[in-house]
């Protein structure tokens, strides 16, 4: 079946600091992948869209400075937390579009959750 | 703004009981799905509804679909400790193409 990679899992870092999140389609071409912030006991909040080749579309209210988003092959999408701040802390998940089983799905990452100090 | 409500927002029942949370939308859609998360996690895909399908059947899931009253329900029958976890509802609209936008999610807590 279709598998997302996220990577790191965990990352604690200094204020001030920019921050890369990985996430890879293991087995599947994504041209398309989607990136979500989640906060404690809340549902996940659509960031951007991340397209192959082209600028993310960033839903409104999400600074494009600050979370920036590159999507250089069809199983690779990076999201770089810029000049963190603790108002970052958060649980970042990506997800690509794939089909199984003759259905189109969306495939997660097991999530990044970031901690700013 | 991104779409989606869930009620309860908390659910705790006893082990074999069955398990039905529900979900609103505000506009048409292509399809639902219904995912569950483990804290901490990732989410996992449990089933899809297509907009012209009423109910669909996985396991011991059962999924209604009401585009009139544009709501939806997931029934966990004979519910298991390891059904434990948040459920989240997500819907990809007409005008969003394949992008989704998720339910605040129920928080199911099965009591051996």
């Known amino acids: 079946g279709a598998v997302v990679s996220q990577h790191p899992s965990w990352v604690i870092c200094k204020s001030g600091t920019s921050v890369k999140i990985e996430c890879r389609s293991l087995?599947?071409?994504?041209?398309?992948m989607f990136w979500y912030r989640q906060f404690p006991k809340q549902s996940l909040m659509l960031m951007a869209t991340?397209?192959?080749?082209?600028?993310?579309?960033?839903e409104q209210g999400v600074e494009k400075d600050k979370f920036l988003i590159n999507h250089a092959s069809l199983t690779l999408s990076t999201l770089t937390v810029t000049s963190a701040h603790p108002e970052d802390s958060s649980f970042y998940i990506c997800?690509?579009?794939?089909?199984?089983?003759?259905?189109?799905?969306?495939?997660f990452g097991s999530g990044t959750q970031l901690s700013v100090l | 703004s991104q779409q989606g409500e869930e009620d309860p927002q908390a659910l705790s029942i006893q082990e074999g009981e069955n398990a039905t949370m529900n979900c609103s939308y505000k506009?048409?859609?292509?399809?639902l799905q219904w995912y569950r998360q483990n804290s901490g996690r990732g989410l996992v895909h449990l089933i899809l509804?297509?907009?012209?399908?009423r109910e669909k059947h996985s396991g011991r899931l059962r999924v209604t679909l009401d585009t009139s009253k544009k709501s939806s329900s997931l029934l966990i029958t004979a519910s298991r400790a390891a059904d434990t976890a948040s459920y989240f509802c997500?819907?990809?609209?007409?005008?969003?193409?394949?992008?989704?936008?998720f339910g605040t999610g129920t928080s199911l807590t099965v009591i051996p």
């Open positions: 087995d599947f071409q994504a041209t398309t």
């Open positions: 509804i297509r907009s012209n399908e």
């Open positions: 997500a819907t990809a609209t007409t005008n969003t193409g394949n992008q989704f936008y």
């Open positions: 506009t048409s859609i292509n399809n």
């Open positions: 997800s690509a579009n794939g089909r199984q089983s003759g259905e189109e799905k969306l495939f």
């Open positions: 991340s397209n192959e080749g082209s600028k993310a579309t960033y």
